[in-house]
């Protein structure tokens, strides 16, 4: 079992950033692929970002891409997800996800967390 926790979230205006943590805790993490998704109210959960175990592969979305920087630290069991430049449609739960495929889908990770707010004014 992995059990994961987001933070990082908040209020920021449009062009501003936050930089969101996912802390990871049970089993070790170091060999498992991690994830962000996010989910605006009314709609689905959708990929941002993807890392690979090593950290040596990275993907993102494309209404991300350039703005988004998915990066782990795995002595310290924790995935970062930096965001700069950010949109009014950026506003959503973001939630980290740890599985054995990763990848952009949801059905790839068998662990998520509970999710963080970010929420950005216009």
């Known amino acids: 079992q992995v059990q994961l926790v987001e933070s990082g979230g908040g209020l920021v205006q449009a062009g501003g950033s936050l930089r969101l943590s996912c802390a990871a805790s049970?089993?070790?993490?170091?060999?498992?692929?991690m994830g962000w998704f996010r989910q605006a109210p009314g709609k689905e959960r959708d990929f941002v970002a993807a890392?690979?175990?090593?950290?040596?592969?990275?993907r993102y979305a494309d209404s991300v891409q350039g703005r988004f920087t998915i990066s782990r630290d795995n002595a310290k069991n924790t995935v970062y997800l930096q965001m700069s430049s950010l949109k009014p449609e950026d506003t959503a739960v973001y939630y980290c996800?740890?599985?054995?495929?990763?990848?952009?889908?949801?059905?790839?990770?068998?662990?998520w967390g509970h999710g963080t707010q970010v929420t950005v004014s216009s």
């Open positions: 996800a740890a599985g054995r495929s990763g990848g952009a889908f949801r059905s790839q990770y068998e662990y």
């Open positions: 049970g089993r070790t993490v170091s060999s498992i692929h």
């Open positions: 890392i690979t175990w090593s950290a040596g592969t990275t």
